[in-house]
Structures are given as structure tokens and as C-alpha cells.
């Protein structure tokens, strides 16, 4: 069974830093590959970055300006997002995920397995 566990949420003043770590119980993770998604209350679940399994990466730019890095550690099973100068509007829940070969990496719909996430506070 495929977990994916969050972890690293807080809260931080505007400016500051936060690095997510999502470990994945799984034994295709070389193979897989790995998104995170945020969700403010109210509001939709919005993609934010992927990375491939060859490495390979897609950020929603609109969403964070260069401000977080999606990276993957092969040797722990580990997924990681490192966010930096992070606003107010930041704040959310942040979810890792798994993508499903072939599908849509920017839905919610192109994933077939998620962690329970893990809550960012971002205050002004």
C-alpha cells in the first residue's frame, strides 16, 4: 500500500523560510513522480510544483515566482519543497501527491494517491 507522509509545516513570519519533506512508502519511486498541491480553506486545491522521475520540473509560476524549489532524494524516498520569502497568502495546507503515469500533473484528478498534509502559517 502507497503511503506519502508530510511534514515541516509551521508557521513563519512574511519573509521567511519553510522546507516540506513527504516521504513515500513505496517501492516505484525511482519510477513515480511526485507533486505538491496547496489548499487555503474555501478555496480549490492549486497545483504547485512536480517533479519527474528523471528529474524534470514544473512549477505553477504564477503561484510562486521562483520562490519554492521542488527536489527529490532517491536515497530516502523523499520528496522536498523549499519555500522561501513566503507571504501571508502562502498559508495553507500542503499536500503531497503522487502522479499517475500519463495523466494531467496540474489537476487533482491526475493523482492517485495523497498525504494527509501538513499546515503552513504564514503571518504578516
Known amino acids: 500500500q502507497v503511503q506519502l507522509a508530510e511534514s515541516g509545516g509551521g508557521f513563519v513570519k512574511a519573509g521567511g523560510s519553510l522546507t516540506l519533506a513527504c516521504v513515500a512508502s513505496?517501492?516505484?519511486?525511482?519510477?513515480?513522480?511526485f507533486g505538491w498541491f496547496r489548499q487555503a480553506p474555501g478555496t480549490e486545491r492549486d497545483f504547485v510544483a512536480v517533479?519527474?522521475?528523471?528529474?524534470?520540473?514544473?512549477s505553477n509560476k504564477d503561484l510562486v515566482r521562483s520562490r519554492f524549489t521542488i527536489s527529490r532524494d532517491k536515497r530516502v524516498n523523499t520528496v522536498f519543497l523549499q519555500m522561501n520569502d513566503l507571504k501571508p497568502e502562502d498559508s495553507a495546507v500542503y499536500y503531497c501527491?503522487?502522479?499517475?503515469?500519463?495523466?494531467?500533473?496540474?489537476?487533482?484528478?491526475?493523482?492517485?494517491?495523497w498525504g494527509q498534509g501538513t499546515i503552513v502559517n504564514v503571518s504578516s
Open positions: 513505496v517501492n516505484t519511486f525511482n519510477d513515480d513522480s
Open positions: 501527491a503522487r502522479n499517475i503515469p500519463g495523466e494531467d500533473f496540474h489537476i487533482v484528478a491526475g493523482y492517485d494517491t
Open positions: 517533479i519527474t522521475a528523471s528529474g524534470t520540473i514544473y
